[in-house]
């Protein structure tokens, strides 16, 4: 008897099973993939990419491509429910789509929601799409010989986005670009002392200031407020907690 197989989301984790949509059509079965974009990105060369070390072509997959040339069906929508009892998937146009099986990987998301008026200037890490849109911002930015960026998050997603940015600017005339990491307690705790270091050394050198002085509060209009009470402007700021 022929079944229906959703997949919500085309990460890594259904590479295989996208590869063999084909098999499964031809016995019969339907697949349907559901994506909020018609490729999906490789998060790992997402700085790269906002440093434009990359191209977007360089680090994405082409999703809808691989799955209608196999006779799949991609409905470009998002996940936003699950109704096991009733088997079925809701989307945020509000479509309910049925299944037999159901497989799920759509990915990370930044868990900051801390955030007062304009946000056309604020950045997360995922999805990796935005970064790309925040390279464009960027350049366009780079006109301004003070140019100052902020990012929030602790990790190792901060720190890449920092380097990168900074890259960035440089590389589009901006030499004098101010970039400030607000790391809470410390930067990047969980990795080596030999890792810290080597990520030290190197902000230091670029004139990269890394804020341990506390943890961000909330983002006011491109500021940064603290909850030691502390407040920081700046032209664009990134969100990397939590990833």
């Known amino acids: ?8 989301g085309g990460g ?25 974009s018609n490729h999906h990105y490789y998060s790992g060369m997402g700085p790269g990419m906002l440093s434009s070390f ?3 072509e360089d680090i994405r997959f082409r999703t809808r491509f691989v ?7 991609f409905i470009l929508d998002k996940a936003v429910r699950i109704d096991a009892g009733n088997r079925f998937v809701e989307l945020e146009s509000g479509i309910r789509q049925e299944y037999d099986v159901l497989s799920c990987n759509t990915g990370s998301f930044v868990p900051f929601t801390d955030i007062e008026g304009e946000n056309d200037k ?16 960027i350049i366009g930015g780079c006109s301004n010989p003070d140019l100052s960026i902020n990012i929030v998050g602790g990790g190792a997603a901060a720190a890449e986005i920092a380097g990168n940015v900074h890259h960035l600017a440089v590389k589009n005339g901006c030499p004098g670009v101010k970039v400030r990491i607000f790391a809470g ?10 890792i810290q270091r080597i990520v030290r050394n190197y902000f230091q050198k670029k004139n ?12 006011e209009n491109s500021t940064v407020i603290m909850k030691n009470g502390q407040s920081h402007s700046s032209d664009f700021i990134f969100l990397a907690t939590g990833v």
């Not at 990269?208 to 961000?216: A, K």
């Open 67 to 73: 799955v209608e040339r196999q006779g799949g069906r």
């Open 54 to 56: 990359y191209t977007a």
């Open 185 to 194: 307690s410390k930067l990047m705790k969980n990795a080596t002392p030999a």
């Open 208 to 219: 990269i200031t890394i804020d341990e002085s506390g943890h961000v509060e909330r983002i």
């Open 1 to 8: 008897m022929a079944k229906k197989l959703l997949l919500a």
């Open 12 to 36: 890594h984790a259904h590479m295989m099973l996208l590869a063999h949509i084909g098999t499964l059509t031809t016995e019969g079965h339907e697949v349907t993939v559901v994506q909020p």
């Open 122 to 137: 604020i950045f997360s890490a995922k999805p990796i799409e935005r970064l790309l849109e925040a390279q464009k911002s």
